[in-house]
């Protein structure tokens, strides 16, 4: 009966380490599984700077699915290592163990620390992964309200720009016109300055012709060849200022 017993124990002991080794490779592995994707994601951000965001998401995708596997496996080699360690403790307090209780209540408290230790890092290592995915999260969103709002921006600056440009386009033309109005106005007050003289000289004219008759006939052709340059210069002034609109609001 003690031998059977013994060997009961034994063989939980086994099951115990067993798991333990097993559980340690696990959390070694899941440690760095969580540091890589904070190495990772702190690349993919600024590689996000430069690139687009489909590698970024692939990678975090395949570390995120490698992690839930790889929690569910330590889980449950948790709960096995506390099913085992609920069967020595059951065996300690059952009749009939041998005189060696406090040796064994000794060695299933040191099976119970590793167990809690395990078990506080494997929290303490998930609590840090969800916490680094949750950051990257929110830096991935916040990096696309960035990219979306330089996106509308540059929209914008170029509506302004073309409102601006337009702007000037106006002032230019608004410039124009009021050039070309002086020029008209002068020319105006200079035609009729011009006009006033040649009336003048054309009744000092007449009154000669009438005096002399001989020069009559000359006096004509003259006003004959004034009328017709006046009438060149009417054009031309004319044309130029049709010009000058055109030009103006074109």
Not at 206 to 224: G, K, M, Y
Request: glycine share 4%.
């Amino acid at each position: 009966m003690a031998a059977g017993t013994s060997n009961y124990w034994e063989d939980l002991r086994k099951q115990a380490r067993q798991l333990e080794n097993e559980l340690d490779l696990k959390l070694v592995s899941f440690s760095k599984l969580c540091t890589s994707y904070s190495h990772s994601s702190t690349r993919d951000g600024r590689r996000d700077r430069y690139s687009s965001d489909t590698t970024p998401l692939l990678n975090g995708s395949s570390q995120d699915r490698m992690f839930e596997t790889m929690a569910i496996e330590i889980e449950q080699l948790l709960a096995r290592l506390t099913g085992v360690n609920d069967k020595m403790a059951e065996y300690t307090n059952s009749a009939g163990v041998p005189s060696l209780n406090a040796a064994l209540m000794h060695t299933l408290q040191r099976h119970r620390d590793i167990l809690q230790d395990y078990t506080h890092e494997f929290h303490k290592t998930k609590a840090n992964f969800m916490a680094i995915r949750e950051r990257e999260n929110l830096m991935g969103s916040v990096r696309k309200d960035i990219e979306s709002y330089k996106s509308g921006s540059g929209v914008n600056n170029r509506r302004t720009e073309l409102f601006l440009k337009e702007h000037d386009h106006l002032r230019n033309s608004d410039r124009l016109i009021e050039e070309t109005i002086s020029i008209a106005m002068a020319t105006k007050e200079n035609m009729t300055s011009q006009r006033g003289m040649l009336k003048s000289i054309h009744s000092k004219m007449n009154t000669l012709a009438n005096r002399f008759p001989a020069v009559n006939s000359l006096i004509q052709r003259i006003n004959l060849r004034k009328r017709r340059d006046s009438l060149i210069l009417g054009g031309v002034i004319g044309v130029c200022t049709i010009l000058l609109l055109l030009y103006a609001f074109h």
